[in-house]
Structures are given as C-alpha cells and as structure tokens.
C-alpha cells in the first residue's frame, strides 16, 4: 500500500468498497483481491467478505433422498463452518442463506447416500446462535424438524426471514413463545402454520405466494396485521370475496404489490364498501385490482402490467386521480385517444412511463389489398387473396400526433413511451418502411413541458431501432 492510500481513514475504504457492483450470489472475489493487498486492508474488507454466506446442506436425489459429498467433504465443510462461527469472523455475518439443493452440474460430485443425510444441516443449524450479528435467515427446501423450528424461532436477533418451499415435520404447530419478533417475513410455503407465529406489533414487510390450496386457509388465519406498511402478495386463484376479506386484514398499508391474479374484483361489491386503504402511497401489480383504490387519497405511484388501456381506463375511475404522479403501465396497444385520456384523468402527473408488449409486428400496420394476384408467399389476407402493400404504421402515426395532444400535466417531468416488439421479425419483413423525422414533433412535444427534465432516450432509442431497420 502506498503512503498517500495509508493515510485514507478505514472508513473511506469502506465506502469506496461499497461500490463494488451487487450479484446474486454475491461475487467476492474483488474483496478477496482486496484482502490480500495488506494486513489493513484484510481487516477492512471482512466485513464485505463474510455478511452473507450460502451454505449447501444436501442436494436432493431423483427419488427425493438427500445426497451428500464424500466424506472428506463432509469434514471440510463442517471446518469451514467452524471458521465461519469463531470470534473473528461471526460478528460480521448478517445473512444466511441455507440451500436444499436440486441436482445439477455443478454438484455433480454430490452422491453419497448415508444413515445421516443431514449432518451438514444439523451442523449449521446448532452453529447459528454464534452469528450474533445475523439480521437475515433464508431457508430454501430443506427439511424443519422440531429442533430445528426450535433453533429457527428462538434467534430473537434475526429481523427478517424468508421461508422457501421448507418441509415442516412433524406437521403440526409447535409450542413456541407467544409470538417471534420479526419485522419482516417472506413466504413461499404454508400460510396457516406461519403466520400466526408472527407477532403483529413487530412485523411490518409481509410478502406471500398463495397456491390454491393455501388461498382458503390463509383467509381464514391470516389476523389483521395493523402495523404491516409494505405487502407484496401474489396467487393465480384467489376470487374477489376472498381477495377482499385478505386485503382487509392489512388496513395500514402504504406499498402494495398484487400479482397474478387469476379473476378480476367486483367493482360492485367495491363501490359499496369504504376506503379499503387511506395510507396507501404506492401500488404494483394487476389492472383488476384498481377499483379496490377508491376514495384514497393518498396514492401517488403506480404501476401496472399487460392491461388492455380501455380496461385500465374504466378501472382507475374509481380512484381519485388528482394524487397520483408517476404511472408506470404496460399496455397490449396504444393509440392517441388513449393517451389524452390518461393525461387528463391524471393532471398531477410528473412520471408517465409507457410500454406497449407487442406479440404480433404485423397488427401495427395497415394492411391494403388491390389486383387480382396471388399474394406473396401464397399469404391470405382477411380471407382474400390479391397483392397488397403493408401502410400507415401505428408507431409512426401515433408520435406524428403526439405532439397535437391539446394539453400536458402542467408539472409533468419525465415522459417514456417505446414498443417492445421482436427486432428481428420487424427487419425482415417491415425493412422497407420510410422512418418520418420525428424532429419537429419532439421540438413541439418538449416546448408543452416546461418544466421537463427528462431523458428522451426511449423517444431516440425507437427513432434509432426503427432507422436501423429501414
């Protein structure tokens, strides 16, 4: 190290260290580099080496046994577990993540079947009351026995656990104190044996995967959570009653996201009822459940995907408009009158982002037929048959007018709006298309935004990906 970086106080190297791009898993080994630099920098980087470890316990087999890695292995990790736990090292582990693996390549050296398929499990788990400074705990497909939820419940320094796909043996509820002080709590698994574990002064992120047989249970043990600000919540088969009576159970909701959800709400049945939530800030998921948003006044982002703009339009009448500033929408089509409807119905608006997912390239042209010819490629179009030429694409018209648009929310800062489509199936058959100069409707569309300070860049990214392809 030089005398000029020796001088840095440890807290700046532990900033700089920050900037180390994020993967998951974590990518360690410009830390380990880092490490190996000084004895200084060995002490610095610790912190960035050992928050979150990933520990295998046991693939599981073709016929659902559990496999192990040969003996040597068996010792080795076990080894490196203890290093992992001692003084120096322990106090630094914030996350753990303890993994029932599915075969694969990679743990293709995992063929060991034993008399005790989960020694490396049982090593972790009677190890994990020494990570003192443990805030997260991740369990992935493994199996819980009783001295396990024992260990797994009584970690009071864990904050926030998430629970994936994990066999409960036996199946039954286990005595436990009153309640486990988490404030966050992540599920995919079986609502009714979980949730009422929880204690509701504490928990405030709740995020559930409902499958059809746990839809029903849920409904009926999930107990109102009046603290809980942040869920995130997602099944195929819920209906609007059961929608409804789970939703109610989290009346202090400030962020929520609704995905898949197989029927839409009854907006009936919403009109009659009160404000579901008055604190609700910001909403992510389906169009569906738009109408349950009437009467807040507190909304102010949003963002929905793959709705069709009528339906959205008929939906988001219920909501009180005027609060809301960023909307983030996926739609299957687009055209003017659309888009004038939304900036009107949202004049506060000051983030409009836009997605139209296009399946078929060939529905945003106009298609004429003339002459009495076989079509190219024997092609049938609209049931006859004749030369035809592909015209007036919706793309290029819809930005030649999108600057006629009679007004734009006055503080509107940031506007997107891009296509998603298959770039090669548009170059083969649409490579012939004239791109317009789409210039001047831009110099016109910025001029209606005065206060605009955004980032074109979808604007030119299409005008680019379009020209490329001409």
């Known amino acids: 190290m030089t005398a000029a970086a020796s001088r840095l106080p440890n807290e700046v190297w532990g900033e700089i260290l920050k900037n180390v791009p994020d993967t998951d898993p974590p990518d360690?080994?410009?830390f380990k580099s880092f490490s190996l630099t000084c004895s200084a920098f060995c002490g610095i980087s610790r912190?960035?080496?050992?928050?979150?470890?990933?520990?295998?316990?046991?693939?599981?087999?073709d016929n659902g046994a559990p496999l192990l890695p040969s003996p040597s292995e068996v010792d080795r990790r076990i080894q490196r577990l203890d290093f992992l736990c001692s003084t120096e090292i322990a106090p630094f582990v914030r996350e753990c993540h303890i993994l029932g693996q599915h075969p694969s390549r990679y743990w293709s050296q995992w063929t060991f079947s034993t008399d005790a398929p989960y020694i490396l499990l049982d090593a972790l788990f009677e190890r994990l009351v020494r990570f003192t400074g443990l805030q997260m705990l991740?369990?992935?497909?493994?199996?819980?026995?009783?001295?396990?939820?024992d260990i797994l419940l009584r970690l009071q320094h864990i904050s926030k656990l998430c629970i994936v796909y994990c066999t409960v043996v036996p199946k039954q509820h286990i005595p436990l104190p009153p309640a486990v002080h988490l404030s966050e709590f992540h599920l995919w698994d079986r609502t009714d044996y979980w949730i009422p574990l929880l204690d509701p002064d504490y928990l405030r992120v709740l995020s559930v995967t409902l499958d059809s047989d746990s839809i029903r249970r849920a409904v009926q043990t999930i107990p109102t959570l009046p603290n809980v600000h942040r869920l995130s919540a997602s099944s195929n088969n819920m209906t609007s009653s059961q929608s409804l009576t789970f939703l109610s159970k989290f009346p202090g909701l400030r962020?929520?996201?609704?995905?898949?959800?197989?029927?839409?709400?009854?907006?009936d049945v919403v009109v009659e009822m009160e404000a579901m939530f008055p604190h609700l800030q910001e909403y992510y998921g389906c169009c569906q459940a738009l109408s349950l948003f009437r009467g807040s006044t507190a909304l102010r982002r949003m963002q929905t995907n793959l709705a069709s703009p009528q339906d959205f339009l008929i939906r988001i009448q219920a909501i009180q408009g005027l609060t809301i500033t960023s909307l983030h929408a996926t739609f299957t089509m687009l055209d003017n009158a659309v888009f004038n409807?939304?900036?009107?119905?949202?004049?506060?608006?000051?983030?409009?982002?836009?997605?139209?997912s296009v399946e078929d390239i060939s529905t945003l042209f106009e298609h004429e037929i003339y002459g009495d010819g076989e079509l190219?490629?024997?092609?049938?179009?609209?049931?006859?048959?004749?030369?035809?030429?592909?015209?007036?694409?919706?793309?290029?018209?819809?930005f030649l007018e999108l600057s006629n648009v009679?007004?734009?929310?006055?503080?509107?800062?940031?506007?997107?709006?891009?296509?998603?489509?298959?770039?090669?199936e548009f170059s083969e058959q649409y490579s012939s298309y004239e791109i317009p100069d789409f210039a001047d409707n831009l110099d016109t569309l910025v001029a209606k935004m005065p206060r605009s300070r955004m980032d074109l860049a979808q604007w030119h990214l299409l005008h680019v990906r379009m020209a490329a392809h001409a």
């Open 28 to 30: 360690k080994s410009a």
């Open 47 to 61: 912190s960035h080496l050992f928050s979150r470890i990933d520990f295998t316990s046991y693939i599981i087999g």
């Open 138 to 149: 991740y369990p992935c497909r493994i199996s819980l026995t009783q001295p396990r939820l």
């Open 255 to 267: 962020i929520l996201s609704l995905w898949h959800y197989g029927s839409a709400i009854d907006i």
């Open 341 to 356: 409807e939304i900036v009107k119905f949202l004049p506060q608006l000051t983030e409009l982002l836009l997605i139209i």
């Open 376 to 398: 190219p490629g024997n092609e049938v179009l609209d049931g006859k048959c004749g030369d035809y030429v592909r015209s007036g694409f919706t793309v290029s018209t819809f």
């Open 406 to 424: 009679p007004a734009l929310p006055p503080g509107l800062e940031r506007l997107a709006i891009s296509w998603e489509f298959n770039e090669d």
